[in-house]
């Protein structure tokens, strides 16, 4: 079974700084997708951002972007140039492939408080 | 907005009970997931079903049950309501769920809110 853990439950930045959050996994498997989660007040979870795991290139969308680290097992996500409404949870899972099912597997979560 | 829709946005019922949750997904998606968050478990995979027919199943109870209709809607069910399945109920969908030749990324709807008291 996969696990996905995130080590840090709360961060703090300072708006138009840069804050980067850690995610670890396990897993036997060679082919997978790893994603970010943001969950702001409102409860709603919204795709941050997606890598396939046979990608070598780290994902980049506008101010988000990961560093892929498959032989560690890491995937941490960078927020650059933070904005008040960054604030949220954010949630990195881990999905195999495979015809059996793609459930997702979510880290317990990083709670992002950005400050003006 | 996501594209996928829930119903109720909230339900608020009693121990015993018996709830459906509804959920529409993206249009052109084939597999709808379901997932429950709640404080002390974090977020959880319940069960997924493709094309109508169930695919995979997670930590749901004997209690829960699901199915996907024809026209692709899902309904999750629960049952002999007890405190502890207050939660977030999550609906999920994605183009196939089946394999990695499609974009298998799952979109969310916005939940609905379950207490039970």
């Known amino acids: 079974a996969q696990t996905v853990t995130q080590s840090q439950p709360e961060m703090s930045v300072q708006e138009a700084e840069t804050v980067t959050l850690s995610c670890t996994y396990d897993t036997s498997e060679n082919n997978y997708y790893l994603f970010w989660y943001k969950q702001p007040p409102s409860r709603q979870m919204i795709l941050v951002i997606r890598?396939?795991?046979?990608?070598?290139q780290n994902a980049t969308e506008n101010r988000f972007s990961v560093n892929f680290q498959k032989a560690a097992k890491s995937f941490s996500l960078k927020i650059s140039d933070s904005q008040l409404g960054d604030t949220a949870m954010y949630f990195c899972?881990?999905?195999?492939?495979?015809?059996?099912?793609?459930?997702?597997?979510f880290g317990g979560g990083t709670r992002v408080l950005v400050k003006p | 907005d996501s594209g996928v829709t829930q119903t109720p946005k909230h339900l608020i019922t009693a121990t015993g009970q018996r709830v459906t949750l509804r959920c529409s997904p993206r249009?052109?998606?084939?597999?709808v997931y379901w997932y429950q968050q709640s404080l002390d478990q974090g977020l959880q995979f319940l069960i997924q079903?493709?094309?109508?027919?169930?695919?995979a199943k997670g930590n749901i109870l004997e209690r829960f049950s699901a199915q996907q209709f024809p026209d692709l809607h899902s309904e999750l069910n629960l049952s002999s309501l007890e405190l502890g399945d207050s939660a977030l109920y999550f609906c999920?969908?994605?183009?196939?769920?089946?394999?990695?030749?499609?974009?298998?990324?799952?979109?969310f709807g916005p939940g609905t809110r379950l207490l039970v008291l």
């Open positions: 079903y493709y094309n109508g027919e169930e695919r």
């Open positions: 999920a969908s994605s183009p196939l769920g089946t394999s990695g030749r499609a974009d298998e990324t799952q979109y």
């Open positions: 249009s052109g998606d084939l597999s």
């Open positions: 890598q396939e795991a046979y990608k070598q």
């Open positions: 899972a881990f999905m195999k492939h495979g015809a059996a099912g793609n459930k997702l597997t």
